[in-house]
């Protein structure tokens, strides 16, 4: 199977700077939202906190943010080391873990939200 | 002529990293270089430990309790501090290049403005976020 990339102009890397700002909104939008429900608790106490990520809403809202902050990341990361690190077996190796600890972040939040 | 053969021309290369505190960075490039090292910062020390904080404070009543007790440890509220900047360094000059992206104040004056801006605000939120974590109010 013969693979043709355009070497020179093809925009290839345009797509992950749409993504780095769009993901980065997303952050944003819901650093205010929870920033929003915060302020609309009565108290911050145990059976207040789980109460608000126990609805569907906030599971939800949560989730697509933490999956927007892993694919932040990831770009964000692979950038420095793509700048910083030259050696190609070492810099595959960095961003091989990158990747690996990012999954593992995404599970970990989604199994905290889906056991409230 | 020979005055050129005699002086070479100065070579600007990419420079070294032992080279890096002989320049005099201007306000734009301190805000990208602290954009970059705050956004290493959340991803190796903030997204772990803030989610350990959120699964302590969410699994139970028991842990919520632990939760409290590991955020009142003054070397935890030392780590948030830190996070706190970087989150508030990383979002505010994160906002000053999505104004950037939108070719919005992109001449130097306001360049060097919005640098200055974002560096003193990130700085003073950090400080009211300190006040609020160590119980000023």
């Known amino acids: ?116 | 002529m020979s005055e050129s053969a005699a002086k070479p021309r100065p070579e600007f290369r990419n420079i070294h990293v032992s080279q890096i505190l002989k320049y005099r960075m201007p306000g734009p490039a301190i805000v990208s270089i602290l954009h970059r090292i705050s956004g290493a910062l959340l991803f190796l020390v903030g997204i772990p430990f803030i989610l350990y904080l959120f699964q302590q404070s969410l699994t139970s009543e028991l842990s919520f309790e632990r939760y409290q007790a590991v955020v009142s440890h003054w070397f935890a509220k030392l780590v948030l501090l830190g996070l706190a900047w970087g989150f508030l360094h990383h979002l505010l000059a994160g906002i000053r290049f999505l104004f950037l992206d939108l070719h919005m104040g992109c001449d130097l004056p306001s360049a060097r403005k919005s640098a200055a801006i974002v560096l003193f605000a990130s700085l003073v939120l950090t400080a009211l976020v300190g006040l609020k974590i160590f119980g000023v109010f």
């Open chain 1, 1 to 116: 199977m013969s693979v043709s990339r355009t070497v020179v102009g093809a925009h290839y890397g345009w797509r992950d700077f749409a993504i780095q700002r769009l993901s980065g909104v997303v952050i944003i939008v819901f650093t205010l939202w929870l920033l929003i429900e915060l302020l609309m608790l009565p108290a911050l106490t145990y059976g207040n906190w789980a109460g608000l990520f126990a609805t569907m809403r906030m599971k939800v809202v949560t989730s697509v943010a933490m999956l927007a902050l892993a694919y932040h990341a990831w770009i964000g990361v692979r950038d420095i080391f793509m700048d910083y690190i030259k050696p190609a077996m070492l810099r595959l190796a960095l961003q091989s873990a990158t990747i690996v600890v990012l999954v593992g972040y995404v599970v970990w939040a989604f199994t905290i939200l889906w056991r409230v």
